[in-house]
T-cell receptor
Framework: GAVVSQHPSWVICKSGTSVKIECRSL??????MFWYRQFPKQSLMLMAT?????????EQGVEKDKFLINHASLTLSTLTVTSAHPEDSSFYIC????????????????FGPGTRLTVT | SQQGEEDPQALSIQEGENATMNCSYK?????LQWYRQNSGRGLVHLIL?????REKHSGRLRVTLDTSKKSSSLLITASRAADTASYFC?????????????FGAGTILRVKS
């Protein structure tokens, strides 16, 4: 099956610094990537959707200047949390969706293993 | 925004018993999916059921879908301690770049051995 990786798997940073999280589709080209955030004991909340080469679309309530998303290639998307604060501590999960596969458009989303961010 | 709501929020059962989790959603869907997540880990895709299907089986899993009631249920039969995890339903919602998965609140399942 399709594999999505994330790096790093966990990161601790100081308040006020920026953190970049990478999401890669390893064996398929991801035309669309999704970023989710999950607080402890809660569900996944979609933050933003991006298409390769286009600006990301952010969900209501998500600050686009704080969570910068770059989908520069068909296999890589990055999420940068700028000027991180303790309330940004969360589990960030990316998901990738491929394009045409075998002549059919694939709607299936494949999920990365997540990145645990702790801001001190 | 979340589209799916799940109940119960938490479920504790004995090993060998069946576990049933329910999910309700608000808008029309093309399909509904169920995922499992072990504590602090990524998602594991369990099963997808299309809007024109009413029931689907996969091993010890049985999923039903009632589009008239906008609800789905996940049944795990003969539960095992290893089934302890959070379970989420996810529905597809229209987005600018095609459909996007929106998750329900989830059910925390604890199977006691």
């Amino acid at each position: 099956g399709a594999v999505v990786s994330q790096h790093p798997s966990w990161v601790i940073c100081k308040s006020g610094t920026s953190v970049k999280i990478e999401c890669r589709s390893l064996d398929f080209q991801a035309t669309t990537m999704f970023w989710y955030r999950q607080f402890p004991k809660q569900s996944l909340m979609l933050m933003a959707t991006s298409n390769e080469g286009s600006k990301a679309t952010y969900e209501q309530g998500v600050e686009k200047d704080k969570f910068l998303i770059n989908h520069a290639s068909l296999t890589l998307s990055t999420l940068t949390v700028t000027s991180a604060h303790p309330e940004d501590s969360s589990f960030y999960i990316c998901s990738a969706r491929g394009g045409v596969a075998g002549g059919f458009f694939s709607y299936e989303q494949y999920f990365g293993p997540g990145t645990r961010l702790t801001v001190t | 925004s979340q589209q799916g709501e799940e109940d119960p929020q938490a479920l504790s059962i004995q090993e060998g018993e069946n576990a049933t989790m329910n999910c309700s959603y608000k808008t029309s869907i093309n399909n509904l999916q169920w995922y499992r997540q072990n504590s602090g880990r990524g998602l594991v895709h369990l099963i997808l059921i299309r809007s024109n299907e009413r029931e689907k089986h996969s091993g010890r899993l049985r999923v039903t879908l009632d589009t008239s009631k906008k609800s789905s249920s996940l049944l795990i039969t003969a539960s095992r301690a290893a089934d302890t995890a959070s379970y989420f339903c996810a529905t597809d919602a229209k987005g600018e770049y095609g459909n996007k998965l929106v998750f329900g609140a989830g059910t925390i399942l604890r199977v006691k051995s």
